[in-house]
């Protein structure tokens, strides 16, 4: 089966979110293989102290995703950020607590989302597909022109 859907849409069948995309995403377009994503961190509840005093200096953070490798079901996504000009990527590392801590509380596998070194993400679709529908499968995963597209999911 091949699937085309929105962030938001492609977050709330990994169990990752709600059924919108939280406040501070202010907008998600893409071209070709890249997903941007424009974020207003100042809306973020409960931010790292170093990212907080980041926000104040720059507080629009653009970045384009993109689907680098795919294997086993698990898609490693690189992140290249930017907020106010300067190398917002190099940043990721320091929400790697948040991003396990909303994945436990959500219940999900954990380990399910980590962040890797070199500014990218590894996103266990297969594992979160399966915490929420036994049994469902996914062979590919890759961004198109703004929209997530899935492959293989039963």
Known sequence: MHQELTLAETLHLLGLMG???PSFVTSVS??????????????V?????PLRLATRLAPTVRAT???????DGVATISV??????LPAHKLLGLAASRIESVVAAKGLPAGSVRVLPDARVALDVQRLLQARTPGARVSGVAFKD???VLDGVT
């Open 45 to 49: 509840k409960r931010l790292p102290a």
């Open 30 to 43: 893409g071209r070709g293989d890249a997903l941007e994503v424009v974020a207003d961190p100042r809306q």
């Open 19 to 21: 059924r919108r995309l």
């Open 65 to 71: 995703l993109r689907v680098v490798d795919v294997q």
């Open 80 to 85: 290249d950020a930017s907020a106010g000009g």
């Open 146 to 148: 703004g929209v997530v």
